[in-house]
T-cell receptor, first 113, second 116 residues
Framework: SAVISQKPSRDICQRGTSLTIQCQVD?????MFWYRQQPGQSLTLIAT?????????ESGFVIDKFPISRPNLTFSTLTVSNMSPEDSSIYLC??????????FGQGTRLTVV | AQSVAQPEDQVNVAEGNPLTVKCTYS??????LFWYVQYPNRGLQFLLK??????LVKGSYGFEAEFNKSQTSFHLKKPSALVSDSALYFC??????????????FGIGTKLQVIP
């Protein structure tokens, strides 16, 4: 299994500002994933982050809004830029273990006011 | 395209009674199926998975799930519910891994409420 530390666990931000979420894994992984979980909804994949290359974004998500860094095999950041109240959500970092199941950080609960 | 349906927003069950949380899936190929649980203010925790082999798989905390290919279902079950089982449960599907990484699709989640 993988242990994932994600921070901050929660934040309240002003609209128009940006928040960077950090994700640290206790082992080296090729792919890291960022999800959004809006209230009462399922997990939606934002992007896949590979070390040494640009992140791959899902339909409806763009790099200007959600820039991602992946400087090494154990760390990634997701920035939520120019925030609006519609960005209020839980953001989750995830990796896939060697046995195919996914492991998740505890999530970042973002409230934009 | 692949999809997961969890037809019940909420399931209520009395403590000690058996519980079932339903999941059906659609995928063009052999599925990998998963159940995850999310407690309040926590990330998702892996419960169990079906990859191949026996249709009945057992997982954490006494949970089990049965893969039914003809009905494309993967319902989560537990013989005797505990109040501490109250949480949000997600079913997920992906294609098999023979071709490398495949995207995981999650259901909308089912809130399980176990009543003392």
């Amino acid at each position: 299994s993988a242990v994932i530390s994600q921070k901050p666990s929660r934040d309240i931000c002003q609209r128009g500002t940006s928040l960077t979420i950090q994700c640290q894994v206790d082992s080296q992984v090729t792919m890291m994933f960022w999800y959004r979980q809006q209230p009462g909804q399922s997990l939606t994949l934002i992007a896949t982050a590979n070390q040494g290359s640009e992140a791959t974004y899902e339909s409806g998500f763009v790099i200007d809004k959600f820039p991602i860094s992946r400087p090494n095999l154990t760390f990634s950041t997701l920035t939520v830029s120019n925030m609006s109240p519609e960005d209020s959500s839980i953001y989750l970092c995830s990796v896939t273990g060697s046995n195919t199941e996914a492991f998740f950080g505890q999530g970042t609960r973002l409230t934009v006011v | 395209a692949q999809s997961v349906a969890q037809p019940e927003d909420q399931v209520n069950v009395a403590e000690g009674n058996p519980l079932t949380v339903k999941c059906t899936y659609s995928v063009s190929g052999n599925p990998y199926l998963f159940w995850y649980v999310q407690y309040p203010n926590r990330g998702l925790q892996f419960l169990l998975k079906y990859i191949t082999g026996d249709n009945l798989v057992k997982g954490s905390y006494g949970f089990e799930a049965e893969f039914n290919k003809s009905q494309t279902s993967f319902h989560l079950k537990k013989p005797s519910a505990l109040v501490s089982d109250s949480a949000l449960y997600f079913c997920a599907v992906r294609l098999d891994n023979s071709g490398g990484y495949q995207k995981v699709t999650f259901g909308i989640g089912t809130k399980l409420q176990v009543i003392p």
